[in-house]
């Protein structure tokens, strides 16, 4: 498959889940600035553009704030007038364009970014940060959202560079999601990644196609926390059937800074509504995640399941330090009653803990990162309960860090498939880190 390095043998013992071998079949790209067919979100995550045929302009505007992006026939500028003060952005190194075709502004946490598409794709020519802004309005406040509109020729919610932090929506039990509307179609969350890092990226929800591969977007997800005022495009979710409602757990990387708030926790959302269609702003409390023991400064990447023996498990991440990383898994009567079942404490750089349901027993399989120990590194290890390793998924292993999401399907369905990400970057190269993600689909080889 052109694009993807060669498929690699598993190292180390078999997989005790009795799965297939995998091997890699599609890579799907999904670069959208603007979502396609939907509205300005009720979210810092909002996106306008316009056709270039000479000098263009593209406008975001809420009261007397104005973000503009602009063309003259050489050069890609912003402007931001915020508090009654103006000032023109340009980049001196990336801010002349190459014969664009269209040209958009994109609001995506505080960054304000300019793009133009060029030969097809996407190129960043201008960014602010606002937080660095010092008469910025504050974005996430839902007043100063609700006055948001464009003057373009389409406007939207702001789609993705990078497609990443793919889970399938579940039941309880674990089961996959189907839309309701083609039952040949699971349901998926995803992390739109933007141009600046965790700020500028939030939950989305897809279905996809397990015989053709066929990708839709479904809807897009934003949260309002207990601790602080505004909707945020928090992300790394897991969205469970549970009952007659849904159950949004998500990991708070929507604000999260390392210079400025060095901080992620996780959170869950409960809703009788449609969530995974249309766009949504969901009220959160605290999912408390035991950390007995581990010196954690955060917890991040939820998957929970629902067992009659175990009662609730949820898997996570742990980090004794920005960033060095490692699963663990808690379980209890009740998500407000969680007790902490184990931790894979030697790992350094493994994150993406999945539950998966195979030869009659739960496991808690994970993605060793490449920058882990020796011993552990670019491999899906698998977790007993305990969080004892009882050997590693067979399957071909992406650059980053590839949750490994299993589609549970038969095989006249399309099943099984392995679903994961890459490192791909996107975007231009204006833009630092945070811009990753393309879908890597495998099947049994």
Do not use: C, I, K
């Amino acid at each position: 498959m052109a694009g993807l390095p060669p498929l690699t043998e598993s190292p180390g013992p078999l997989d005790p889940l009795g799965l297939p071998r995998f091997a890699p079949v599609a890579r799907l790209d999904r670069v959208d600035v603007v979502q396609p067919g939907t509205a300005l979100p009720p979210a810092p995550y909002a996106a306008a553009s316009t056709p270039v045929a000479g000098p263009a302009r593209v406008v975001l505007r809420s009261g007397d704030d104005v973000l503009t992006a602009t063309w003259d026939g050489a050069r890609v500028a912003l402007e931001v007038v915020a508090d009654g003060r103006a000032s023109r952005h340009v980049s001196r190194r990336h801010g002349r364009g190459d014969d664009p075709t269209e040209l958009a502004v994109a609001l995506t946490g505080p960054f304000v970014t300019a793009f133009v598409r060029e030969r097809g794709d996407w190129v960043a020519r201008a960014v602010v940060d606002l937080a660095e802004h010092l008469h910025a309005p504050d974005v996430h406040d839902e007043g100063w959202l609700a006055g948001l509109t464009a003057d373009a020729a389409r406007a939207g919610t702001f789609g993705q560079l990078g497609f990443r932090d793919v889970r399938v929506v579940s039941h309880a039990d674990g089961a996959p999601v189907l839309d309701p509307d083609d039952d040949a179609r699971v349901l998926l969350t995803a992390t739109g990644a933007g141009p600046g890092g965790f700020r500028t990226g939030h939950t989305s929800v897809w279905s996809l196609d397990a015989v053709t591969l066929d990708l839709r977007h479904r809807g897009d997800l934003f949260f309002r926390r207990p601790e602080r005022a505004g909707v945020l495009g928090d992300h790394a979710t897991h969205l469970v059937r549970h009952d007659d409602s849904w159950l949004v757990a998500t990991s708070t990387w929507g604000d999260f800074d390392r210079a400025r708030n060095p901080r992620v926790t996780t959170t869950l959302a409960s809703t009788a509504d449609d969530v995974t269609r249309g766009s949504h702003v969901l009220d959160t409390v605290a999912l408390a995640l035991p950390v007995d023991g581990l010196r954690s400064v955060g917890t991040w990447d939820p998957h929970l399941a629902l067992d009659d023996d175990h009662g609730w498990l949820v898997g996570f991440v742990s980090a004794t330090r920005f960033f060095r990383f490692h699963p663990a898994l808690a379980s209890g009567p009740a998500l407000d009653d969680l007790a902490l079942r184990g931790s894979a404490s030697s790992r350094t750089a493994t994150e993406g803990p999945t539950l998966l349901r195979g030869a009659g027993a739960w496991w808690l399989a994970a993605s060793d990162g490449r920058d882990g120990p020796r011993r552990h590194r670019a491999a899906y290890p698998v977790f007993d309960l305990d969080l004892h390793e009882r050997g590693r998924l067979d399957a071909f292993y992406p650059t980053n860090l590839p949750w490994p999401s299993v589609v549970d399907l038969p095989p006249e369905r399309g099943g099984p498939l392995l679903l994961g990400f890459n490192g791909r970057r996107t975007g231009g190269a204006l833009l630092g880190y945070g811009t990753h993600g393309a879908l890597v689909v495998q099947r049994p080889s």
